[in-house]
């Protein structure tokens, strides 16, 4: 079974940049989520999917952040303008099912450094 | 959701059984508990999962005693590629990640180093 995948691996930026990762995962996981984890943190939940909807974004600066998951599949973060504590690692996981005893899968993440 | 406490960081050396404890004193009639794995430069892996007494897989071993206040992770002889950071989750799987004010967050986790 192919694992959840993200897209780049690396990406440094200067602040007030813009940068997008990707994600595609399990196939046929209806829940998607993305995390940050900040270095020595745990992950923060920054927005849940269901489909392609969102059900959960409270986490999310939507000042800079926004992010899609067009059909219900594959999904884009974006972060416009980057700022220095952006600097952090976007994990992107996704679940069969959305309740909160769901088994989660991760990818291995974008580790994004803002200079 | 439960609020978890687990210590920060624990030393083992290798060959030895670790047994990392979580609290989990609010933990509700429904919840699960859960335990995930995150290697440097990977995101965290799912481990085990239980409700009562104890779960075997071919990873790890979880116990839990009769109150469901704590659980203990055990890992039998552990190498050094077990060094890693180990997260305790506690859930109900009738409600919904996002109901709520609370979020499935991971907290800071237990840091795992295994000595040669």
């Known amino acids: 079974e192919a694992g959840v995948a993200q897209s780049p691996r690396y990406k440094i930026i200067e602040k007030r940049q813009s940068v997008a990762f990707w994600c595609n995962p399990i196939?046929?996981?209806?829940?998607l989520y993305w995390y940050q984890q900040i270095l020595g943190q745990g992950p923060k939940l920054l927005i849940q999917?269901?489909?392609?909807?969102?059900?959960?974004d409270s986490q999310l600066p939507k000042d800079r952040f926004s992010a899609e998951r067009l059909k219900g599949v594959d999904s884009t973060l974006k972060i416009q303008p980057a700022k220095l504590e952006d600097s952090a690692v976007y994990l992107c996981?996704?679940?069969?099912?959305?309740?909160?005893?769901?088994?989660?899968?991760f990818g291995s993440g974008t580790q994004l450094s803002v200079l | 959701l439960a609020k978890t406490t687990q210590p920060i960081s624990m030393d083992s050396y290798e060959g030895q059984e670790v047994n990392i404890t979580c609290s989990h004193n609010?933990?509700?009639?429904?919840?699960?508990i859960t335990w995930y794995q995150q290697f440097p430069s990977q995101g965290p892996r799912f481990i085990i999962q239980?409700?009562?007494t104890k779960v075997t897989n071919e990873v790890a071993s979880l116990f839990i005693p009769a109150d469901r206040k704590s659980s203990t992770l055990s890992l039998p002889r552990v190498s050094l590629s077990d060094t890693a950071v180990y997260y305790c989750?506690?859930?109900?799987?009738?409600?919904?990640?996002?109901?709520?004010?609370?979020?499935?967050?991971f907290g800071t986790g237990t840091r795992l180093t295994i000595i040669p």
């Open positions: 996981a996704s679940s069969a099912g959305r309740d909160r005893a769901e088994k989660l899968f």
């Open positions: 196939s046929g996981h209806a829940t």
């Open positions: 999917f269901q489909n392609n909807g969102v059900v959960d």
């Open positions: 609010n933990i509700a009639t429904n919840d699960y």
């Open positions: 239980g409700y009562k």
């Open positions: 989750l506690v859930g109900d799987p009738g409600i919904p990640a996002n109901f709520g004010n609370e979020k499935l967050t």
